[in-house]
């Protein structure tokens, strides 16, 4: 079975532990003997509600999730979060501040517009988003409703290696791309949340990291499956949540747990993402685009500068079995994402394919 995967660079959804689909594999028909699939039993049930409850305990302990924060388990994307922050949060004063890094911030900037005044407290579309604001270039307002950023930009292949200071106002934080990457001081934040097919489990399932105080306050018009406070009071099952999500993150956390938690995610992180970055910065054809303190640990982005060399590249690294290295549309070139499933072997082999391919074409 093993035999048959790729490496996958896929930036999401993107690759899962081997054995967390191995281990679903085994309980797809037969669950713990229910004789059904958690595909099919009811989400009141006892058997799944253990399961909900395991998966929010275990992700509690792997990320030392303090008391005074809920974990919920919804739907829509990251993206429907971009409009459910706003709806929640922005009656606080009426206006919010956003830092512009990528794609998916400026996204949820455009949406939260819609909900009140928006504040620009960064914008790097100035250097094409290839680096992430100094703390002090960050203009920020101490009455706004929170402060909102993207740990991880996911096209461009940033990372902030920082958490925004921003005195008493919240901080709302888009961590779709690098969650679970490494260990995360919770109480610094208001919300964080992720879609779950980059790093966590299938598509389907948006976790949300919020802080007891901050809901209800919605717009009166706010849809009941967008107010965190009903979300937080139905523990989640307001309706039916994405059953079959919540368990495979729950395989996820424990294999995560099994192999050393967050610290061991965050060292191994390390050890992909700098043999990557260390053969770019060596290299007569390949080019990392993004500034050296800014870079993702998570999404390398690279290029040879030239567009049929690069589309070259990609095509003849599928045929030696390395997947979905094509960049984004909107940035071109290369991007091998690089999440926590992906085996370090997997990183050294595309080095080497690199290598190959850069004496080849030099
Ligand atoms: C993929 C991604 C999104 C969009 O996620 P959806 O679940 O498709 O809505 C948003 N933000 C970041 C950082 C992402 O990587």
Redesign the pocket.
Do not use: E, H, R
């Given at each position: 079975m093993a035999s048959k995967r790729v490496y996958n660079f896929s930036?999401?959804p993107s690759m899962l532990p081997l054995e967390c689909l191995e281990k679903a594999g085994s309980e797809i028909t037969n669950f713990n003997n229910t004789g059904m699939s958690v595909m099919e039993m009811s989400h009141r049930s006892k058997v799944f509600t253990s399961i909900l409850q395991e998966t929010k305990a275990g992700l509690k302990g792997l990320m030392k999730i303090p008391d005074n924060y809920e974990i919920l388990f919804l739907q829509?994307?990251?993206?429907?979060q971009f409009a459910m922050v706003p709806m929640n949060l922005m009656s606080r004063t009426g206006k919010a501040d956003y830092a512009i890094t990528?794609n998916?911030s400026g996204?949820a900037y455009n949406e939260a517009r819609k909900y009140g005044t928006c504040n620009t407290a960064a914008d790097t579309k100035d250097r094409n988003h290839t680096y992430i604001p100094a703390q002090q270039e960050l203009i920020t307002d101490k009455d706004a409703s929170y402060f909102y950023y993207?740990?991880?930009?996911?096209?461009y292949g940033t990372e902030w290696k920082y958490i925004p200071e921003t005195g008493d106002v919240p901080i709302v934080c888009?961590?779709?791309?690098n969650i679970l990457s490494c260990p995360v001081d919770i109480s610094k934040y208001g919300i964080i949340f992720a879609?779950a097919?980059?790093n966590m489990s299938p598509?389907g399932l948006?976790v949300v990291i919020i802080r007891k105080d901050l809901p209800g306050r919605q717009f009166d018009y706010t849809p009941v499956m967008l107010n965190y406070e009903v979300m937080i009071k139905k523990d989640s099952m307001h309706n039916t949540p994405p059953c079959y999500n919540i368990y495979m993150l729950g395989l996820v956390v424990k294999w995560i747990e099994q192999k050393g938690g967050l610290e061991a995610m965050e060292q191994l992180k390390k050890e992909r993402s700098s043999l990557l970055y260390d053969f770019l910065d060596n290299s007569g054809l390949f080019k990392c685009p993004v500034e050296p303190d800014s870079r993702s640990g998570m999404n390398v982005v690279f290029s040879t500068g030239d567009n049929e060399l690069d589309t070259r590249f990609v095509s003849e690294a599928e045929k030696a079995g390395f997947f979905n290295l094509k960049g984004h549309r909107s940035v071109g070139g290369m991007r091998a994402s690089i999440y926590n499933a992906m085996p370090v072997e997997g990183v050294k082999k595309l080095v080497e394919f690199m290598k190959d391919f850069e004496l080849k074409n030099k």
């Open positions: 930036a999401g829509g994307g990251a993206t429907l990528g998916f996204l993207c740990a991880n930009n996911t096209i888009d961590m779709s791309s879609g097919q980059k598509a948006t």
